[in-house]
């Protein structure tokens, strides 16, 4: 008996200790990079500041788009520049250092990994071949190097200015990244510059130049310098002649086995990456800027808190959700080659087609001075090169999926009341945007066909992706018309809320597949429906093949830009009307009828979780007064495709979109982006409390919640009975808590109120 008192007490202690060291674990250790790092997340894991410049990490071969793959690929080296969850070509890969022993006889350095350590702001790895290992973290435009020798073995470094992802055997490859010009030089004993000259990538960009400045702690005993395939004893600086350039650097036998190195990065020049390395990083502790790195995160990551009972799984998930939405756009501020002020300037808008929906709306709730930086960097980009940038990278628009989103995000920020932006300027830069062609280049930026688009109501088929672009313009119109309703333009809000109707004019309201009724169907320029649709562009065979509403892909010959629908088809965009729902309802012969339809879409599989045109679709029920089937399909589709492993991301990330989306889920929240509210669905976290940057607190508390009560019985919003199954923004915004109390069965909450509409 005595035995088993102790055995009680002792089991009573370990909890309470272990209670306690829960408590104290600081929030950036659960996040976890590979997180989406396998299959087709395509995250970023190597180390990076919140939205920062510099991105560093290993490059397996020069094919990922985020440079790193699993093992036992090998590495060609570490570059210094990558974006995250991205499809479509690579970009970026600048500035590789590789760390080697041997002779200086060889170019090539590739090694192969015998293990990996990745964390929040840290990589780490050490090769097989010669058990040199390397660890990484960074500041916001430098990157530190620590890299150990074994005993008796040469401290090598190779840096490649020359290196590049992306890059492929056929010159002027779409997508692919081309070499335009490399330079290096030894400026001391301790210090290299030069730069990388390359162009294209994803959105087939002008000529982008990163500039470096590397600083050794250790003097250099031997080099030899590199280019166009010859190596050269006596020459400390290969000039840029539109070859590659490189060098290798041997730093002796000395005692000391590690070798620190800094690399700051510009894009603006090499003396400029040498002041990021004097601001930023002036010592020599590595340790120090972990530290700070680790330091930064734990603030943004600490405004929203879980409840103590949340399991490791869901920490890990929803912590590393915010994270890779932090990750990107890239704060440029003072890093601009293209004008010189002290605006706010961000790159890697990495599509605005994929982060207006939840990503944006996620950085305006938890980090709003940022977003509001973002907003005006935009603004800026309009006033010095004439149109809102729509997917950006390296300093240069490009491309346009679909609308012209951009103004999505604008609305945004003005019906969530962000101080500090000139939306005066904004409408402006809209309307740029829904009356001005862009041009012969209509990837670029603006809205492509946007002549037929005014002149038929909608972008008839024979135009690039005019299902969705008419569809997204309707929106992008609508959008225009809540900040002109806003600002007072009565004439304005009556033209454009008018035009927001336009996606009707593609509905084929007699269309009938899988038992539902009414779809956006291709129409040509004389109003014509389209049944047989003619694929490929030569001139003398013309094949057709029948047109439906479950048609994904095209066949190989046509090109992935030229479709009726970008990625995805008629049953996907024909539910994704965010700005009129109740009409779309209507139109698919009322309620009833539309719960059919959604069932089908989600039971039937034609719902893909790894795309972004559906991400509002799972909500879709609350127009019809029943919140509780969209938690249902919510929970199902998190439970399916979300999880803690390297896989775990259900598709490309596409700068945090993907993660965003589950982190809202996860909080029981999901924006509808350009609209003032979010609808509510049962959490997967019992309690998320929320500190907003005006000081204030918002709670949302589920009580009972588990596994069978699943379903939101009743709410009550700072004490009082809430039963609307949305929440205005500004209710979030004073603070204040949300109380939802769970039940095993549905009940009439949430079913009276329908979210707002035009």
Same mark, same amino acid.
């Given at each position: 008996? @005595?035995?088993?008192?102790?055995?009680?007490?002792?089991?009573?202690?370990?909890?309470?200790?272990?209670?306690?060291?829960?408590?104290?674990?600081?929030?950036?250790?659960?996040?976890?990079?590979?997180?989406?790092?396998?299959?087709?997340?395509?995250?970023?894991?190597?180390?990076?500041?919140?939205?920062?410049?510099?991105?560093?990490?290993?490059?397996?071969?020069?094919?990922?788009?985020?440079? $790193?793959?699993?093992?036992?690929?090998?590495?060609?080296?570490?570059?210094?520049?990558?974006?995250?969850?991205?499809?479509?070509?690579?970009?970026?890969?600048?500035?590789?250092?590789?760390?080697?022993?041997?002779?200086?006889?060889?170019?090539?350095?590739?090694?192969?990994?015998?293990?990996?350590?990745?964390?929040?702001?840290?990589?780490?790895?050490?090769?097989?071949?010669?058990?040199?290992?390397?660890?990484?973290?960074?500041?916001?435009?430098?990157?530190?190097?620590?890299?150990?020798?074994?005993?008796?073995?040469?401290?090598?470094?190779?840096?490649?200015?020359?290196?590049?992802?992306?890059?492929?055997?056929?010159?002027?490859?779409?997508?692919?990244?081309?070499?335009?010009?490399?330079?290096?030089?030894?400026?001391?004993?301790?210090?290299?510059?030069?730069?990388?000259?390359?162009?294209?990538?994803?959105?087939?960009?002008?000529?982008?130049?990163?500039?470096?400045?590397?600083?050794?702690?250790?003097?250099?005993?031997?080099?030899?310098?590199?280019?166009?395939?010859?190596?050269?004893?006596?020459?400390?600086?290969?000039?840029?002649?539109?070859?590659?350039?490189?060098?290798?650097?041997?730093?002796?036998?000395?005692?000391?086995?590690?070798?620190?190195?800094?690399?700051?990065?510009?894009?603006?020049?090499?003396?400029?990456?040498?002041?990021?390395?004097?601001?930023?990083?002036?010592?020599?502790?590595?340790?120090?800027?972990?530290?700070?790195?680790?330091?930064?995160?734990?603030?943004?990551?600490?405004?929203?808190?879980?409840?103590?009972?949340?399991?490791?799984?869901?920490?890990?998930?929803?912590?590393? *959700?915010?994270?890779?939405?932090?990750?990107?756009?890239?704060?440029?501020?003072?890093?601009?080659?293209?004008?010189?002020?002290?605006?706010?300037?961000?790159?890697?808008?990495?599509?605005?087609?994929?982060?207006?929906?939840?990503?944006?709306?996620?950085?305006?709730?938890?980090?709003?001075?940022?977003?509001?930086?973002?907003?005006?960097?935009?603004?800026?980009?309009?006033?010095?090169?004439?149109?809102?940038?729509?997917?950006?990278?390296?300093?240069?628009?490009?491309?346009?999926?679909?609308?012209?989103?951009?103004?999505?995000?604008?609305?945004?920020?003005?019906?969530?009341?962000?101080?500090? !932006?000139?939306?005066?300027?904004?409408?402006?830069?809209?309307?740029?945007?829904?009356?001005?062609?862009?041009?012969?280049?209509?990837? #670029?930026?603006?809205?492509?066909?946007?002549?037929?688009?005014?002149?038929?109501?909608?972008?008839?088929? +024979?135009?690039?992706?005019?299902?969705?672009?008419?569809?997204?313009?309707?929106?992008?119109?609508?959008?225009?018309?809540?900040?002109?309703?806003?600002?007072?333009?009565?004439?304005?809000?009556?033209?454009?809320?008018?035009?927001?109707?336009?996606?009707?004019?593609?509905?084929?309201?007699?269309?009938?597949?899988?038992?539902?009724?009414?779809?956006?169907?291709?129409?040509?320029?004389? +109003?014509?429906?389209?049944?047989?649709?003619?694929? +490929?562009?030569?001139?003398?065979?013309?094949?057709?093949? @029948?047109?439906?509403?479950?048609?994904?892909?095209?066949?190989?010959?046509?090109?992935? $830009?030229?479709?009726?629908?970008?990625?995805?088809?008629?049953?996907?965009?024909?539910?994704?009307?965010?700005?009129?729902?109740?009409?779309?309802?209507? @139109?698919?012969?009322?309620?009833?009828?539309?719960?059919?339809?959604?069932?089908?879409?989600?039971?039937?599989?034609?719902?893909?979780?790894?795309?972004?045109?559906?991400?509002?679709?799972?909500?879709?029920?609350?127009?019809?007064?029943?919140?509780?089937?969209?938690?249902?399909?919510?929970?199902?589709?998190? #439970?399916?495709?979300?999880?803690?492993?390297?896989?775990?991301?259900?598709?490309?990330?596409?700068?945090?979109?993907?993660?965003?989306?589950?982190?809202?889920?996860?909080?029981?929240?999901?924006?509808?982006?350009?609209?003032?509210?979010?609808?509510?669905?049962?959490?997967? !976290?019992?309690?998320?409390?929320?500190?907003?940057?005006? *000081?204030?607190?918002?709670?949302?508390?589920?009580?009972?919640?588990?596994? #069978?009560?699943?379903?939101? #019985?009743?709410?009550?919003?700072?004490?009082?009975?809430?039963?609307?199954?949305?929440?205005?923004?500004?209710?979030?915004?004073?603070?204040?808590?949300?109380?939802?109390?769970?039940?095993?069965?549905?009940?009439?909450?949430?079913?009276?109120?329908?979210?707002?509409? @035009?």
């Amino acid at each position: 008996m @005595k035995l088993s008192i102790k055995i009680i007490t002792f089991l009573g202690i370990a909890l309470c200790c272990t209670h306690e060291i829960n408590a104290q674990k600081q929030l950036h250790n659960y996040v976890d990079p590979m997180i989406g790092s396998e299959g087709v997340g395509r995250v970023f894991i190597g180390p990076s500041c919140p939205y920062g410049m510099v991105k560093p990490s290993p490059d397996c071969t020069v094919s990922p788009n985020s440079g $790193w793959l699993p093992l036992p690929k090998e590495v060609t080296g570490f570059s210094q520049v990558h974006v995250s969850g991205t499809g479509g070509g690579p970009k970026y890969g600048n500035i590789q250092i590789m760390p080697f022993s041997g002779a200086l006889d060889k170019l090539d350095q590739t090694s192969y990994r015998a293990e990996e350590i990745v964390k929040l702001g840290y990589y780490e790895t050490v090769f097989k071949e010669n058990n040199i290992k390397t660890e990484i973290t960074t500041a916001e435009k430098v990157a530190f190097y620590r890299i150990t020798y074994p005993k008796n073995t040469a401290k090598n470094v190779k840096i490649d200015p020359g290196f590049f992802l992306g890059e492929e055997s056929k010159s002027d490859g779409r997508e692919a990244q081309q070499f335009v010009g490399s330079q290096i030089e030894i400026v001391s004993d301790t210090e290299v510059r030069g730069y990388s000259r390359i162009r294209g990538g994803w959105n087939n960009g002008r000529a982008y130049t990163v500039y470096f400045w590397a600083v050794f702690d250790q003097p250099i005993a031997k080099y030899v310098t590199w280019k166009d395939g010859k190596f050269y004893n006596n020459q400390s600086a290969q000039f840029d002649s539109g070859k590659k350039t490189a060098a290798l650097f041997s730093f002796g036998n000395e005692v000391k086995q590690e070798l620190n190195v800094k690399i700051g990065i510009s894009f603006l020049s090499e003396l400029k990456a040498k002041n990021n390395i004097e601001v930023e990083i002036p010592h020599w502790n590595f340790n120090t800027v972990l530290a700070s790195l680790e330091n930064k995160w734990e603030q943004l990551l600490g405004r929203i808190q879980l409840s103590a009972d949340t399991s490791e799984e869901y920490r890990k998930m929803f912590y590393t *959700g915010l994270y890779h939405t932090m990750i990107m756009p890239t704060d440029r501020t003072g890093e601009n080659p293209l004008w010189t002020n002290d605006e706010p300037y961000y790159d890697d808008f990495y599509c605005i087609w994929d982060t207006f929906r939840s990503s944006s709306p996620l950085i305006t709730l938890i980090d709003s001075k940022r977003q509001v930086e973002i907003v005006n960097a935009m603004l800026n980009i309009y006033k010095r090169e004439g149109y809102l940038p729509e997917g950006r990278s390296g300093n240069d628009n490009g491309r346009t999926q679909g609308g012209s989103n951009a103004e999505v995000v604008l609305a945004d920020a003005f019906v969530k009341n962000l101080k500090g !932006i000139d939306y005066e300027l904004a409408l402006q830069a809209m309307l740029k945007d829904a009356t001005v062609p862009p041009g012969g280049n209509e990837e #670029k930026e603006g809205r492509g066909g946007l002549l037929d688009y005014l002149k038929f109501g909608y972008v008839p088929y +024979g135009t690039d992706r005019a299902g969705n672009r008419t569809i997204d313009y309707s929106y992008n119109d609508y959008n225009i018309a809540t900040i002109a309703k806003g600002l007072n333009h009565t004439d304005l809000y009556n033209q454009y809320i008018k035009q927001a109707d336009n996606w009707q004019n593609l509905w084929r309201s007699d269309y009938v597949n899988n038992g539902s009724t009414g779809f956006i169907m291709p129409k040509d320029a004389s +109003g014509k429906w389209l049944d047989d649709i003619v694929f +490929g562009e030569s001139k003398i065979q013309k094949p057709t093949f @029948k047109y439906t509403p479950v048609i994904i892909e095209s066949p190989w010959y046509v090109c992935h $830009w030229c479709v009726f629908f970008y990625e995805g088809n008629s049953w996907e965009y024909s539910l994704s009307i965010p700005h009129d729902v109740p009409e779309l309802v209507r @139109k698919s012969g009322g309620e009833a009828a539309f719960q059919k339809r959604l069932d089908t879409f989600f039971d039937t599989k034609l719902y893909n979780v790894a795309n972004e045109p559906s991400f509002l679709t799972p909500c879709l029920y609350h127009w019809i007064g029943k919140p509780y089937l969209s938690s249902d399909r919510i929970r199902t589709i998190i #439970k399916d495709n979300f999880n803690s492993s390297h896989e775990g991301l259900p598709g490309n990330d596409d700068s945090g979109a993907m993660s965003s989306w589950l982190a809202f889920h996860m909080m029981g929240l999901y924006p509808n982006a350009g609209q003032p509210y979010y609808l509510l669905n049962t959490p997967l !976290i019992k309690e998320t409390t929320l500190q907003l940057e005006n *000081g204030k607190y918002f709670k949302i508390s589920a009580k009972k919640m588990s596994d #069978k009560n699943r379903y939101i #019985k009743s709410a009550l919003l700072n004490g009082k009975h809430y039963s609307k199954a949305w929440i205005l923004h500004d209710d979030v915004a004073k603070g204040g808590e949300l109380v939802l109390e769970m039940d095993s069965k549905p009940s009439a909450w949430g079913t009276a109120i329908l979210p707002p509409t @035009k």
